[in-house]
């Protein structure tokens, strides 16, 4: 009867479905272990399940060999039973209740369905362009004849992803070329940039990922014609489909298909150091004493080119510290730990003929080839260049031993740059392929050999692998992303809140900007202060720029010094709450900043919305976009009540609102009935001391039951969470109104046995309780009434808590009506 009711409502939406490539004749299908084989006239389909909501489907054409090898997918498909139905007019392919694939005969067609509904459908599906020109990116690529697999869209869905790009959230009616490419100096407007994915997520909620890696073309509906269509030159014709009851399912199954980020050094979450750049070792030292004395807090310094040359041209692929400039490189990156600062260091796949390692690199035959097998030379900005040839074993051993030296130095991050790779003719030749195959996984490539040189090296650290260029799942390998040589100037900041939140849709949640603004002479102090508080609420607070401004708020102006300050301030504060978001997202794919229309994935109205954000689950974030701006619009998500953050104004939820602006701030709400641990400004996270907090809980008669969990480690141990010794503590803080009685537990949910490296063991919590609008009748903490003040003026209680490590806390506040 379930069999009969599912082909009705399959014959009632295939009624809006475009028939496949008409030529394609059905012939058979069967199971063949894990996946089911479909054979047509021209080929046969793998159709495997890697869980309940993911499926995979490749097509092999005749004449062709099945290529199972992906860049991108780490998971294995489970275990499980397929069933396969073949009736009269089509094949039922179901694996465990959820996704399942749905085979027409004639006209032949691939649909996919989820709990009953039609999610998506091939439309051309498959088929060969014979003879139709790709030019891409300015004729640096052509083929005469390209490969597309084509899928039907629904009229009114938005389509978003793409990887990193500068056009507004729905993506629909671009034609996207997939080259990762720089682009220097981008606004508000950007087709092509350094970080592009063969990605698309829909409004209906589904993802499919488009699992090849050579360049091509990713058309969302550029034609109005209602057809997503994925173009290449070569390679796989394999995809997978993605679905889920939430966004955060989708993005839960889309890490879990192509790794994991790993968990970032806890000093990643501070602020950095970095410009266009440093010259000498006394320059490098001088900026972090400038910084101490001036007590702004700050937990790394960025190298770029000139710790291994004076010039910007001529020298790359020296790789080595330039010792007239840096005399001592060991004892100053010594220094620098000892007043708690990391030293990273850029690096490039370039190796210049004029620089020192040229002869080396050739002798050593790391380098990619031209056609007749040379090491490949050509001219690019910064001079006459071979590109390091990764997929050769002896480049990669080369590149990754140059590595492992800066690091028993004591350098502990990395920063990849023009990984693109900047500059790539598509006549150069690698161990593995022609650099049209493998120009946009070059990054990815690298990002893995860095992070394996940096584990080789020091096999206890957690790597920093900073990256402008990538593929899917880079976030595997502790890539954190940048978005690129950004324009600094307003148009320039606009774009950023977009590309941040499309990325982290893709499973990059650690993109960021050059905060302030990258290319150009522009002093602007307002736009200045405004990218730095938006930062705040960004994954990585990296101020960065070309020399002629300053970067680092040491050196602007005493008022921009002292807004920045505040600001990094604010970052550090709220260490105990985004150390938990990277946790999130290291266990369950979450990206850190979040679209509203995660919040609301009926609201249409949201889906092309960016200028507002979630950071975390807990609080809202309208940055501050535009000069001289006294009052914004914020949309106020309908799921919750909303507390300014800084006056404690309580907001109702499903509003779009006027709100004034400040200059030391931008608009920040906190969700009602949230906890949000804070901490005691720190010059340093190594000085950071998880056993004592603030933890602010915003009380609301509207938000009876609420629960959180703050998650802490030592900041620095390989796989906290799965490592054998397990040295980590998960937090639980819970509440409950009911009547005129406010009750709190507080609880280990997943404890461990401290030991001193963690720095946590009892706990001395400030609990805040925002929102008691009158003095309680009394308060009780583990069944003993205490005393404690009620602040009438900003209406908050205050409870001091001595919390033994292992044990249960019970806080009960009776309230007056």
């Known amino acids: ?27 058979s299908a069967q199971i063949e272990g894990l996946y089911v084989k479909v054979e047509v006239n021209d080929g046969y389909y793998i159709i495997k399940p890697y869980a309940s909501n993911i499926v995979e489907t490749t097509f092999v054409p005749n004449g062709e060999d099945l290529n199972t090898e992906s860049h991108a997918v780490v998971a294995k498909p489970k275990s499980s039973t397929i069933d396969i139905t073949e009736r009269a007019k089509d094949v039922l392919i179901k694996a465990r209740n959820g996704l399942y694939v749905v085979v027409t005969k004639s006209p032949f067609q691939i649909s996919y369905y989820y709990k009953e509904q039609l999610i998506t459908s091939e439309k051309r599906g498959y088929y060969k362009s014979e003879h139709e020109p790709m030019d891409m990116v300015k004729g640096n690529i052509v083929a005469d004849s390209t490969e597309k697999i084509e899928f039907s869209l629904s009229k009114d869905e938005v389509l978003y992803g793409g990887g990193a790009r500068a056009l507004g959230m729905n993506r629909r009616g671009h034609r996207l070329p997939l080259f990762n490419r720089a682009h220097y100096g981008y606004e508000t407007e950007s087709q092509l940039m350094n970080y592009t994915m063969p990605i698309v997520l829909s409004s209906n909620q589904y993802m499919i990922h488009f699992d090849n890696a050579p360049i091509g073309y990713l058309d969302l509906d550029s034609n109005g014609d209602n057809t997503l269509t994925y173009e290449t030159v070569s390679g796989r014709k394999t995809y997978q489909v993605i679905v889920g009851d939430s966004w955060y399912d989708i993005m839960r199954s889309y890490t879990n298909l192509t790794g994991k980020q790993p968990m970032l050094p806890r000093w990643a979450l501070g602020n950095f150091s970095s410009r266009f750049g440093y010259h000498s070792q006394e320059e490098v030292e001088m900026t972090i004493d400038k910084f101490r004395e001036e007590e702004i807090p700050v937990d790394a310094i960025i190298l770029d080119l000139y710790w291994f040359g004076k010039d910007i041209k001529g020298t790359m692929g020296n790789l080595e510290f330039l010792r007239d400039s840096f005399p001592n490189p060991k004892q100053m990156i010594k220094n620098l730990q000892s007043k708690n600062v990391e030293t990273i260091l850029i690096t490039e796949p370039f190796v210049l003929t004029t620089s020192n390692r040229w002869d080396e690199a050739v002798e050593e035959d790391i380098l990619a080839k031209d056609s007749i097998g040379n090491p490949a030379k050509y001219d690019f900005y910064f001079g006459n260049t071979g590109i390091i040839d990764i997929y050769n074993p002896k480049g990669e051993q080369w590149f990754k031993n140059i590595y492992k030296e ?16 900047e500059v790539h003719p598509n006549w150069v030749q690698h161990h593995t392929g022609s650099a049209s195959e493998v120009h946009n996984i070059y990054g990815h490539d690298w990002a893995k050999l860095v992070y394996e040189a940096s584990l080789e090296a020091n096999p206890n650290k957690r790597p920093f692998i900073l990256m402008r260029a990538g593929y899917s799942g880079s976030q595997r390998y502790g890539m954190v992303p940048w978005s690129g040589d950004v324009n600094r100037t307003w148009g320039g900041l606009q774009s950023q809140p977009e590309i941040a939140l499309q990325m982290g849709m893709q499973g990059l949640a650690y993109m960021h900007s050059d905060l302030g603004g990258f290319a150009g002479a522009n002093l602007d102090d307002e736009l200045y202060v405004r990218w730095l508080q938006y930062g705040v609420f960004n994954p990585i607070f990296r101020p960065h720029a070309q020399e002629d401004v300053p970067s680092e708020p040491i050196f602007r102006s005493e008022k921009a010094k002292r807004l920045a300050k505040f600001a990094i301030q604010t970052r550090y504060r709220m260490l105990p709450y985004n150390y938990n978001l990277m946790y999130e997202n290291h266990l369950y794919g979450k990206p850190l900043m979040r679209p509203l229309f995660f919040e609301e994935p009926n609201n249409t109205k949201l889906f092309s919305y960016s200028k507002t954000y979630l950071w975390g689950n807990d609080i809202l974030v309208a940055p501050v976009l535009e000069a001289g701006k006294t009052e914004q619009e914020v949309y106020f998500p309908k799921t919750s009540n909303w507390f300014n953050i800084e006056t404690d104004e309580l ?99 997943k404890s461990i046995e401290f030991d001193e490296t963690l720095n946590s063991n009892d706990k001395t919590i400030n609990l805040i309780v925002h929102n008691i609008q009158r003095e309680p009748k009394y308060i009780k903490v583990d069944g003993k009434k205490v005393e404690v003040k009620w602040n009438s003026e900003t209406k908050t209680l205050t409870i001091p808590i001595n919390w033994e490590a292992l044990t249960k806390k019970e806080i009960k506040i009776k309230l007056k009506k």
């Open 406 to 421: 800066l690091a028993n130095m004591g350098v502990n991050g990395f920063w990849g740059d023009l990984g693109e790779p």
């Open 1 to 27: 009867m379930k069999q009969s009711i599912l082909y009705i409502a399959f014959i009632l939406f295939t009624v809006s479905i475009t028939a496949q490539n008409a030529e394609r004749i059905f012939k």
């Open 651 to 749: 907001i109702e939820g499903g509003q779009t609102k006027m709100v004034k602006t400040h200059p030391a701030y931008i608009p920040t709400y906190v969700r009602a009935g949230a906890f949000i641990p804070l901490t005691k400004v720190v010059q340093s996270t190594s000085e950071y001391e998880g056993n004592r907090l603030e933890l602010h809980y915003y009380f609301d008669k509207n938000s009876p039951e609420n629960e959180r969990t703050v998650y802490n480690d030592n900041g620095s141990e390989i796989n906290p969470l799965w490592s054998g010794n397990s040295n980590y503590e998960l937090m639980k803080f819970e509440s409950i109104y009911k009547g005129s009685n406010l009750k709190f537990e507080f609880e280990f949910e």
